[in-house]
């Protein structure tokens, strides 16, 4: 299948994709859109064309709309109706779109000329906990390797409530946080900024229809419950993490911000990359066991540039598939309880690391709490996140001369704010 | 002060208190009131006629919402308005309502016609762990009595994010949840139905105008951030809790209901009952520096009625002074990192219990983990809440012959979801 628009075989966004995201046009409102190659296909215009009432959507302006939300609530058969349409109209054998010049006008935005906003409003966040690498690289630092992993983690997904507040979209700066902390060799807690800011390499999924209070979500239809798929940098602080966290979980030191790219990947559009997570030992419980293939081949790399390198540097590549839970089973975990999850709910994984050094997803375990610095090209060394660096997460599935691509989701350390009169 | 609306010295809502709430009446959308007395004055048809307006109000439709955001977001100096101005037309001296028959009519509704509805759209919901004594005897239970605290307890307010998508109304049902548990001498755990439901005795406090990202909130304005209270009760599976917690804090056992009161106590109308807190000690760090008397004396108790009961019991009866944290260290707090605070955030105390037994605010401490049941009077025992089981909340400021009353809000236990294909 190929697209008018061309793309070449490095693109993220050919017709094969086809993501979502919310964009703002210099001269007007929010609205919805779906990217191709170098371009926005703006869907408020392809709706009131009537383009989609044709092909049989029902519903009267859900792309005309400051975010996903009310599209993602509509459900997996409405998905596909919309994709199938869009799919047909940037054909390069279908002339509608193709021949019209007017329409292309309209509906054919470059990218490079709009803003992309957060995709969705989002009403809850959750963040899991679902690779065992990345797991156990902490639990053996903080505990020792024989302690390493919980005796929970391996019976269920462990995850956490985050904040959905701070959830800011690719490019926002993001203000290195002060804090309450304590160093062991210290008798009393400091205020300050942190001195360790890290980075947490992450996919997360926004939710579709949602489901009511009181009613779990069966692992056979869980997958159903996903809209698609994003990018996520999980910015964390290590220093306020470790005084704070006993007994209830990371709280401030994980809801500064968290970073997610723009363009929402369906998931119809990851089929011809699914695959067999790892090996699942024990068993789990019957309302977690997985049937069938429940992963993604999705590469993932990081890249930092500091403020005095010409280029971005690879410090991170991992993939997707290292993840243990899969998405369907965080998402029957969530539920079971009868906890409601909603249209535009964001889940994400937890870092995503794997077994060699360089599929580390985390500054902590790169650098192994600092005892093993980033060496970087230009003589430079990291061991945290420094002020103006700038954190670039990218990733993509390989397909045979095409990419399925996730974009990027990046973001740029300020210095903390000083506030002297509250230091002690 | 009296209004010509007349309540008893018992009544939770004289002229005194003047709480918001959503209602939705028998014919027609939700929409904005005050409690008085037994009615609810729709402050929809108040701004209609104009009277916001003259007093000085500029907004258009805040009162004609579903939620209570919009009012909540215009900060103190409306809030302040708008209460003189109802406090004025409900006056037993002020003609105005009074004597317009047509307009008591139209703006005057039974409380018992209504619907009461979720006072916001609550975008992230917070609950702290803020009383000294809750803490304590949770950590003795756990971790015994040498390590009852953890090192940062008594420098900063714990907390965690919680579930805002589960948070329901006061007389909403609550299903028992299932979930995956370990009981010690179990080898594996199991699926099945909490067979250790509780309840948590909290306060919790609505958000006004926010703050930005990046920005944090300091002591000295961190009150004018509350727009008001209300009583909480966050329900907690404690066998699911033990299993999942480690090391990311509760996350099913609590997400499957919190239930809060219908009516919002603006923080004005509890002035008069300002107190001290507890001494704080060590002193805290100077970004949590309480000066002055940041703590409220509120009576709370909480009633158990079994399905075999005629009447309910009184089970807990305990103070929201005896919180170790104050309602503003714990904003301070929330948003030094620079996490942001938007309108209709909900923020919780956490569990509020007090030195004596009956002043646990806990099944967990009360029955001491089971060790010492609670004895009703028509001869039952309860260790944990047992289905059918109606738990009710209330609580009260008391003044020179009037309450300031928080309403109350209860919850009735249904028995879980059998899901036998699922269980193991």
Not at 308 to 323: G, V, W
Request: with cysteine; charged share 25%.
């Amino acid at each position: 299948m190929r697209s008018f628009i061309e793309t070449d075989s490095l693109s993220h966004f050919p017709i094969q994709n086809l993501p979502y995201g919310v964009f703002k046009p210099s001269d007007g409102e929010p609205r919805i859109g779906v990217a191709i190659g170098e371009y926005v296909l703006d869907l408020s215009v392809i709706e009131q064309e009537g383009f989609f009432k044709r092909a049989g959507l029902n519903e009267e302006s859900i792309f005309n709309q400051f975010s996903l939300n009310a599209f993602m609530k509509l459900g997996k058969s409405t998905w596909k109706l919309v994709r199938e349409e869009v799919q047909r109209l940037l054909d390069e054998n279908e002339p509608e779109l193709r021949d019209n010049a007017a329409l292309r006008e309209k509906a054919l935005v470059p990218i490079k000329e709009v803003r992309l906003l957060l995709p969705a409003q989002i009403g809850d966040y959750t963040d899991f906990y679902a690779s065992k690498e990345h797991a156990t690289n902490v639990g053996t630092m903080f505990r020792g390797k024989e302690n390493a992993l919980m005796p929970n983690w391996t019976h269920l997904p462990v995850g956490y409530h985050g904040r959905a507040s701070s959830v800011v979209v690719s490019g926002t700066d993001v203000r290195r946080p002060n804090g309450q902390m304590k160093k062991p060799d210290q008798e009393f807690p400091v205020y300050g900024p942190s001195q360790q800011l890290d980075i947490e390499l992450e996919m997360g999924w926004f939710i579709g229809p949602g489901n009511e209070q009181g009613k779990p979500v069966a692992m056979a239809d869980a997958e159903d419950q996903i809209f698609g798929l994003v990018l996520v940098n999980d910015w964390s602080a290590r220093d306020i993490q470790a005084w704070e966290y006993q007994p209830l979980g990371p709280f401030l030191a994980k809801s500064f911000a968290t970073s997610v790219s723009p363009w929402v990947i369906p998931l119809e559009a990851l089929e011809p990359f699914r695959v067999s997570g790892p090996e699942q030992d024990p068993e789990p419980l019957d309302y977690l066991k997985q049937s069938g293939a429940g992963s993604f081949d999705i590469h993932l790399e990081v890249y930092l540039k500091g403020s005095k390198m010409e280029q971005p540097q690879r410090i991170i590549s991992t993939n997707f598939r290292h993840l243990y839970w899969s998405m369907a089973q965080q998402i029957s975990h969530h539920t079971v309880s009868g906890c409601n999850l909603r249209p535009g709910d964001l889940l994400a994984s937890g870092t995503i690391s794997g077994p060699e050094r360089e599929q580390r997803g985390s500054f902590l375990e790169l650098t192994w709490r600092g005892t093993d610095p980033i060496r970087l090209a230009n003589g430079e060394e990291r061991i945290w996140v420094e002020d103006e660096d700038e954190i670039t997460i990218t990733g993509w599935c390989q397909g045979a001369g095409y990419r399925i691509g996730f974009g990027e989701v990046t973001g740029r350390i300020l210095p903390a704010l000083v506030a002297a009169d509250t230091m002690k």
